[in-house]
């Protein structure tokens, strides 16, 4: 069943939990999340990065997970993740997408709230939600970055409070320690800091880079207000270590065996990820 970001947001706030978010740049990722979902009746997130444009067109697979969505016996958002371009988010929200992310995190505070305010009176005239982000995020991959990321970047409780009250968005993600890709050391999560992010909005809040961070600290993000956990690099691993492992010294392996054996691997991964996020014995 498809349904909007704010459906979603409100069955984690009531039940304390986060939803999980995952990327899904193609079929294989779509079925692996899917199921768990339906096996552990819980809403999801199913999402299209920008960024993923090179290795898989919104066009291509939007309409397959807006299917997948509405055939789906559980809630299920379809999300535009990271959206960079305005044009880009309305043709997410013209093939059905349920909710879009704003990213003008690298853009100065008032041209970030002036087109995340644009990004909102779009959406709203879907009947779709927003997602918006205040401090910086760097990629693990980015040269000068560790898993620590530098202070400076570090959301603004304070400036996370005025931007929430300018734009009403539905959901916010805050900088406070994550990082996108491999974590190259132990990441060090701002609890605190998310602990006053949302003391002072009182809106979900988002973690991305949510692949490779510890149970612990994902349970410790959930009590202090994260509500929606961003997760795709650790899962994408697994389907090519399961992969690896299947073509080992083996003859005779199709590419279907492939898919199905990545299918798998990332089910156990995001399975076990979705455990922790909704707090399922
Ligand atoms: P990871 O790929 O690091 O898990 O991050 C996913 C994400 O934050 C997408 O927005």
Do not use: W
Not at 153 to 160: F, L
Request: hydrophobic residues 40%; aromatic residues 8%.
């Amino acid at each position: 069943m498809l349904v909007n970001l704010q459906e979603v947001l409100s069955y984690a706030e009531k039940n304390r939990c986060a939803i999980g978010a995952f990327n899904t740049p193609n079929l294989e990722c779509i079925m692996a999340v899917l199921q768990n979902a339906e096996t552990y009746r819980v809403p999801v997130i199913i999402a299209h990065a920008q960024v993923h444009e090179s290795i898989m067109p919104l066009d291509t697979i939007g309409p397959i997970m807006v299917l997948c969505a509405k055939r789906a016996k559980v809630p299920v958002c379809v999300h535009l993740d990271h959206g960079e371009s305005l044009d880009y988010i309305e043709k997410a929200l013209e093939l059905g997408f349920t909710s879009a992310m704003y990213d003008g995190s690298r853009l100065t505070f008032e041209e970030n709230m002036e087109n995340t305010l644009k990004a909102v009176r779009m959406v709203r005239k879907y009947g779709a939600g927003i997602e918006a982000e205040i401090g910086v995020m760097r990629s693990s991959s980015d040269s000068s970055e560790g898993s620590k990321g530098e202070k400076g970047i570090y959301t603004d409780p304070e400036i996370a409070k005025k931007f929430a009250e300018m734009t009403n968005v539905d959901a916010l993600a805050a900088s406070f320690g994550t990082v996108h890709g491999i974590y190259t050391e132990k990441p060090q999560l701002d609890f605190q800091r998310i602990k006053r992010i949302k003391e002072l909005t009182r809106i979900p809040l988002v973690m991305h880079g949510g692949s490779g961070v510890s149970r612990e600290d994902y349970i410790t993000a959930i009590e202090k207000g994260i509500r929606k956990i961003n997760y795709y690099t650790y899962m994408s691993r697994e389907a090519v270590f399961a992969a690896k492992e299947l073509l080992n010294g083996q003859e005779g392996v199709l590419y279907h065996d492939i898919a199905l054996t990545a299918v798998e691997a990332m089910k156990k991964d995001s399975g076990k990820a979705m455990k922790v996020f909704y707090n399922i014995p």
